[in-house]
T-cell receptor, first 112, second 109 residues
């Protein structure tokens, strides 16, 4: 089991560029989510999905899009990067039976 | 008001010491509570769930006080490897977790 994987690990973007952060899990979890973590703040939920074809907004969705075409994959798209999106992004999947979130290793994004 | 608030610390303790810290939560309807551990620049990992009656996992003890809406974590006989940031996590809405900003613990030799 690879668990939750994320690519890339690091990324530098210029303002206005777009990109997709990849996330995949091999645990057959239905629930997946994206968080961002900024200094002095807790993880904040961006978007989440309760199953293939179903997504919803979290606490800070503006500037991000998601899709869930398969159970395994949950990519996060930055439409037009802004410096305020400089952050560490974590993807997670949830084992509902244990209410345990498994996190990927994170993507560190710098927007110049 | 933040949903989950924690004392950021840092708590600097010598090896072998006991350290304890709390977090408070605002949603009285919250049903599930957890402590996650996050090492520097790594992903958070579940340390332990917190049950109403309190629970232990080795040197770690978690307590829940619903009346005052706080949970606590106590670490006994601290090890160097316990140095980390501890995240308080509350489940106010099913499957949507709220995270505190974390309490940093540094154990020194």
């Amino acid at each position: 089991n690879a668990g939750v994987t994320q690519t890339p690990k690091f990324q530098v973007l210029k303002t206005g560029q777009s990109m997709t952060l990849q996330c995949a899990q091999d645990m057959n979890h239905e629930y997946m989510s994206w968080y961002r973590q900024d200094p002095g703040m807790g993880l904040r939920l961006i978007h989440y999905s309760v199953g293939a074809g179903i997504t919803d907004q979290g606490e800070v969705p503006n500037g991000y899009n998601v899709s869930r075409s398969t159970t395994e994959d949950f990519p996060l798209r930055l439409l037009s990067a802004a410096p305020s999106q400089t952050s560490v992004y974590f993807c997670a999947s949830l084992d509902r039976s244990q209410e345990t979130q498994y996190f990927g290793p994170g993507t560190r994004l710098l927007v110049l | 008001r933040k949903e989950v608030e924690q004392d950021p610390g840092p708590f600097n303790v010598p090896e072998g010491a006991t350290v304890a810290f709390n977090c408070t939560y605002s949603n009285s309807a919250s049903q599930s509570f957890f402590w996650y551990r996050q090492d520097c620049r790594k992903e958070p990992k579940l340390l332990m769930s917190v049950y109403s009656s309190g629970n232990e996992d080795g040197r770690f003890t978690a307590q829940l006080n619903r009346a005052s809406q706080y949970i606590s974590l106590l670490i006994r006989d601290s090890k160097l490897s316990d140095s980390a940031t501890y995240l308080c996590v509350v489940n106010p809405i099913r499957y949507k977790l709220s995270f505190g900003a974390g309490t940093t613990v540094t154990v020194r030799a």
